[in-house]
């Protein structure tokens, strides 16, 4: 199975293991996340005023760009790509005066690169996250063929955060008080599943560059969180909210007291290692609380291949 | 709080601004705070998200800007999938930034140039685009 892939500029800068490992794993498990030629930025942010052409047009140039690859989906890792292309998708679709005026500026835009220009209305690219293409066109279900490292009792709490979830009916990823996608994939794999009450709250998000103490406070009782219901480590999907919980921790010990260290690893990784991925490969190493002696503990890594 | 009110100030030019170009409409909130209850970001605010929807109805304008509100959001849209009254109140905070940043109403402007090194070194790229944007029209 091919599918067309949008790193977006994360992944292929400050995450690249996060990036790796996903796309290991689509390997393994038989997709082909096939990187878009002369993919892009998406902007990152959806713009929510309602005159911001510009925001609007950096995102919809990625989607005009895929079906000119003949491709209907585009899948993503990041969440805040996924969350802006979809909400792009959504906007197209139901605001014409929007879609006309995009589409008359892309169209300048791509017939001055040479391409022929086709009107783009907001449905002709589906836009995915890559745990719901593992959903949906692999199945839970099925993955057990696939597992070469059970993941043996590993506490894993998931953490979901906004990107993915919110708005809901735009993005209709899962359910925005409970999703479980996450949980369902870590289920499969072996883990043992920690529900806490914090897996939608916001991390800080962005607030964390320019109010650096009021995010560390979102970022410490997510944490915290999971570490009262008794995580080994909090999984996510996004490099910023593995900035905040991740890179972080120590200025929360220095802000709030020492406590035990709490691994942040990002599905895919956790996914890789399941899958057979070889360890040196899903990048544990380069994570500012280092996940390596939990998951020797676990014997899922072994301490030579550091 | 105490407030002045009069004919004159409620819904004015600049609360009819917002609503254009939030598309909401701020009557629509009936002040039930479910917005402010979800915000994570809350516990920093010095006047909460459905306060500062009052404010700007009622044309107190300086009070709703002068608070940290609007620069302490993420964004995250919380408020507006907990709001029983369909309000997009993610929204509306993001208009009222977007008017004061193009009447050049805010003096501290956060670009790279105010970023710390280590921040500009090591967070991810989304976060600084992110951070960036919601500092520039
Ligand atoms: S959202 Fe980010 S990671 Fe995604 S392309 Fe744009 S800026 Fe880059
Ligand atoms: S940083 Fe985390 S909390 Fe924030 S947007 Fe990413 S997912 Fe959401
Ligand atoms: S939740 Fe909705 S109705 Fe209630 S105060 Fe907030 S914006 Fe107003
Ligand atoms: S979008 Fe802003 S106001 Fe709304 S809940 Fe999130 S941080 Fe609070």
Redesign the interface.
């Known amino acids: 199975m091919k599918i067309p892939y949008y790193p977006g500029c994360t992944m292929v800068e400050r995450a690249k293991h996060y990036n790796a490992s996903g796309l290991a794993s689509a390997k393994a498990l038989g997709i082909e996340l096939e990187e878009l030629p002369k993919w892009t930025c998406c902007g990152a942010t959806f713009p929510l005023t309602l005159d911001r052409i510009a925001g609007l047009t950096s995102p919809a140039r990625v989607l005009v760009r895929t079906r000119m690859e003949k491709a209907e989906e585009l899948v993503t890792l990041c969440p805040f790509c996924y969350n802006t292309l979809k909400r792009v998708n959504f906007a197209l679709k139901n605001n014409p005066e929007e879609r006309r005026r995009i589409n008359a500026y892309l169209k300048d835009d791509f017939e001055r690169e040479g391409s022929t220009y086709e009107n783009y209305t907001g449905e002709e690219v589906k836009v995915l996250h890559f745990l719901e293409v593992i959903r949906d066109r692999i199945g839970f279900d099925n993955l057990k063929d696939h597992i070469k490292t059970d993941l043996k009792g590993l506490k894993v709490a998931s953490y979901y955060g906004c990107m993915l979830l919110r708005p809901e009916k735009e993005l209709n990823f899962d359910d925005t008080d409970n999703p479980s996608i996450m949980d369902e994939l870590f289920a499969a794999l072996g883990c043992e599943i920690i529900d806490f009450p914090h897996k939608v709250e916001c991390c800080g998000s962005y607030i964390s560059l320019n109010s650096p103490e009021a995010a560390l406070q979102s970022s410490y009782d997510i944490i915290l969180s999971a570490q009262r219901f008794g995580a080994d480590a909090i999984a996510v999907t996004c490099s910023l909210c593995a900035f905040n919980l991740d890179e972080r921790q120590g200025a929360m010990m220095e802000k709030f007291g020492p406590t035990p260290p709490m691994p942040i690893l990002y599905f895919s990784q956790l996914l890789a290692l399941a899958l057979g991925v070889p360890q040196e490969e899903c990048g544990f190493q380069l994570h500012a609380v280092d996940p390596r002696p939990l998951l020797e503990s676990y014997e899922l890594i072994t301490a030579e291949a550091k | 709080m105490r407030l002045k009110i009069s004919s004159e100030c409620i819904l004015g030019n600049f609360a009819r601004r917002v609503e254009?170009?939030?598309?909401q409409r701020l009557l629509t909130c009936y002040q039930c705070g479910n917005c402010s209850a979800s915000c994570?970001?809350g516990?920093?605010m010095e006047v909460l998200p459905h306060q500062i929807v009052r404010l700007v109805h009622l044309g107190q304008v300086e009070k709703a800007l002068k608070a940290n509100t609007i620069?302490?959001?993420?964004?995250?849209?919380?408020c507006?999938?907990s709001c029983p009254r369909g309000v997009?109140i993610?929204?509306i905070l993001?208009?009222i930034r977007?008017l004061v940043l193009k009447e050049r109403k805010v003096a501290d402007i956060?670009g790279p140039a105010?970023?710390p090194e280590e921040?500009l070194q090591?967070?991810?790229?989304?976060?600084?685009?992110?951070?960036f944007?919601?500092f520039s029209v």
Do not use: H, N
Request: hydrophobic share 45%; glycine share 8%; with cysteine.
């Open positions: 254009k170009l939030s598309g994570p970001m516990f920093a620069w302490m959001c993420a964004s995250c849209i919380t507006t999938v997009d993610a929204r993001e208009a977007f956060y105010q970023a921040m090591k967070a991810p790229l989304e976060g600084l685009t992110g951070i944007r919601k």
